[in-house]
């Protein structure tokens, strides 16, 4: 592949690159453990315009298996950024002269973009708007790699909030570069663009839209569950309606098959059942490991 | 003594630990000066849901002077955890996937021991709720011991606040280990809980309620003054009456014994008077030192 | 000079202390390059009880490129001082026992000397209340010698708000050493204070008034333009009169000499358009990386 430079959305990337980022992840297993020096006197900016524990610290976590240093914000309000007016451009022109990289989670779509054409350093994108979170999306890729052995030839269930969840749209179109099957499953109003299942599509996947969680959760390699969050309804009222509709519990889980993975990007709240968390199948929080194994990679393919 | 694993209570060390404990910090005192790299590669995980900037910074220092690095958040606003509805099982089953060692200060009781079960990997309580704050037993202990050469056969007084204040609950379980008499200062409204009384008086401590300053000032070794904590008051006006009444300055300090010692877990408002600063009993701020140490053994102990 | 051990005030300093700062600052223009571990075993505590992303991460990157470590908080509602009524001196004399040197920024006048009074540790003073940035004016002094070569001789105009902006007036006491032609340039509301004024005149330095950005921008060396901020007005109206009267664009870049620079302390709204940004004389990026070298210096001279 070409020299990875930036990390902004997942459509900038091809199978190859694809592939390739998540053969150095594996790689990084034992990296994370013994820890390493190899990013040393490198400096990462973490600039969260939106606040984000899990993402950033993950993030962090990967620097310092790395040996690398950190500096920066972990949300806009005591940041000059925030509260003076600066735009996002002259951030990136004054934070690239304190570090080497800089890691940026932004309110705005297309913001990690603008940032990535004015800056001299590297930019890695940790969530921009409603569409992009490439490293959720690999972090998703190699979970699924590294559990179910392989992506190609799986049927693949995506539920929840599929119009408004940001990791379903990347990781949506991360697995169109794999010969997969894809059963989405969400409420009425929150459904996948059209626009994004056509792209699948068009990539070759064979796209299925069910209308509930039993059907979605039948006879598939990977059941990949997501919150339907409150703060990314207009109306309350509609999100009172769906809460709760779409959720795994014991009962649900009967109908999962033994050598099926269930993932969530967390945070979760009603729609996987804690009852569930023993069962072998639930591979959530070896998922957030993976993020931190991941992200090695990323960091340690732009820096190293 | 067993393997220390986590540090949840001073209810969960026995007299040979706690010893332990205070010996191994005694050695920290020249590794806080020259500094170390014995835990190089380990990372801290700092989880404040509760805001604390001494605790914290304490940690902080003590993990950076053995050569660690540390992660996590100063307060739960920006974090996952507080802002997303996740349990407090969920944030400890994600960041036992960064770090090697949570520190996490909490304002419900019992919460730092719900983590712990959750957690497969080591859990320090910085506070949690009105009870539970070893780390400052541990550190005043440590006070006590290195500036008084003992403390079997002292004589020490709690003043302030003693019903709302975890660190004097948690100074008096320590202290009933040891062969010590205790006098109690507070007023009417702020008297420690009689099951913490009964607590001391069965490990065979002798326990002696007195009215006022001057009472717990007299003939005894050490002076241990706490805050008046305004926001632990349901009725500010209670608040109102009680503060001042119990504070030490100029007056009060004629009483002290040459080789007493006055210690304070910091921050002070207007019971110590600056005006006492200067004197060779005012060892409050070599106590936030202690702090350091005492720390840096705790991490040496459990991570080294 | 003598050993640099507090940086409270520019005008603390003498020309001979100021030319071996930069000095030092230009040797490590390699070291910030390459990366160092002089202060390795050090820790930098950052205590902002008002909030400057730029400089203290500007700080934070000097700190790791020469290997050492942070502690410390971003904003004073995180932190006991502020929220628990601690004062400035008890905060110090904390703090102190946490770390080697001490970063501070504080909302009001002679905070940072105050601070210097009760520490047992190095303090560096990063912008107290509207008078005092002392780091700022030597960034901006090193900018000028590293960009024009020099600094006796030159034509400066300070342009914008003289009146609240902390920068220029520990500017202008720095540049009070050399030998310099000044000319100052602000609404009739803004002007320099006739106290900084006759300072710099005693000092034998040229200062003239003007009253418009073309006639501060003809015929000098280096334009210093300022933001007018917002948050230092009493009446927002007299905001809204003066705002957008004195900035540089398109138009009054005309007026520069091809060999002029201009510098800004950053963060800009209005005052200089982004239209500009392009020009050989825009150097107020260059500056934010100058902002790190000179830090760097700071910190080694003080702490190496």
Redesign the interface.
């Known amino acids: 592949m070409g020299e990875l430079r930036n990390l902004i959305s997942i459509h900038d990337l091809d199978r190859e690159q694809i592939d390739e980022i998540l053969d150095v992840a594996a790689k990084m297993e034992s990296v994370s453990v ?2 390493s020096k190899d990013l040393e ?1 490198k ?1 990462m ?1 973490v600039l969260f315009f939106e ?4 993402t950033r ?2 993030f ?2 990967a620097m ?2 790395l040996g690398g ?7 806009a ?5 925030g ?5 996002l ?2 951030t990136i ?3 690239e ?3 080497d990289i800089i890691v940026m989670r932004h309110p705005l779509d297309g913001s990690a973009r603008v940032a990535a054409e004015f800056s001299s350093i590297p930019i890695i994108n940790a969530g921009s708007g409603s569409e992009e979170h490439p490293t959720q999306a690999l972090l998703d890729l190699y979970s699924i790699k590294k559990l179910k052995g392989k992506i190609d030839g799986l049927t693949i269930s995506l539920c929840g909030d599929l119009k408004y969840g940001r990791t379903v749209h990347s990781l949506g179109m991360g697995l169109s570069h794999y010969d997969v099957k894809i059963k989405l499953a969400a409420p009425q109003q929150l459904r996948m663009k059209p626009a994004i299942i056509d792209e699948m599509k068009k990539a070759g996947v064979e796209v299925v839209q069910v209308d509930d969680v039993k059907e979605a959760i039948q006879d598939v390699d990977v059941i990949y569950m997501t ?1 339907i ?1 409150k703060e990314r309804f207009p109306d309350v009222r509609e999100y009172d309606k769906v809460k709760g509709r779409f959720r795994i519990g014991t009962e649900q889980v009967e109908l999962l098959r033994d050598d099926a993975i269930v993932l969530h990007p ?4 009603d729609e996987l059942s ?1 009852n569930i968390d023993h069962l072998p199948q639930a591979k959530y ?1 070896d998922q ?2 993976n ?2 194994i991941l992200r090695m990679a990323v960091l340690k393919m732009i820096l190293g």
Not at 51 to 54: C, E, L, N
Not at 69 to 75: P, V, Y
Not at 77 to 81: D, E, F, K, N, P
């Open positions: 013994k820890r006197s400096i900016a606040p984000s524990t899990r610290l993950s962090e976590s310092l298996r240093s950190i500096l920066g914000f972990a949300e309000g005591t940041s000059s950024a509260g003076k007016g600066e735009t451009a002259d022109r004054t934070v002269r304190y570090a919150r969050q967390l945070p979760r709240v804690s929080f957030v490991y993020g931190v």
